[in-house]
């Protein structure tokens, strides 16, 4: 009985590792995921500047 106190100690432990690895993976996607948001955004802005100005030069 003395052995499956261990097992499941080193069994919990690695489940206790695995959520903080999933957790950090899934920080990282949507860190990456906003900052991808953030430079659409910001090209799509970029782009309406500029097809204002165009359209301001010709008229």
Do not use: F, P
Not at 24 to 33: D, I, K, P, R, T
Not at 38 to 55: I, P, Q
């Amino acid at each position: 009985m003395g052995t499956r106190g261990v097992i499941s100690d080193k069994w919990s432990m690695r489940v206790l590792w695995l959520c903080a690895i999933g957790s950090a993976v899934g920080l990282y996607m949507v860190a990456v995921e906003r900052q991808t948001q953030n430079r659409n955004r910001m090209l799509a802005e970029n782009l309406k500047a500029m097809e204002g100005e165009g359209s301001g030069e010709h008229a």
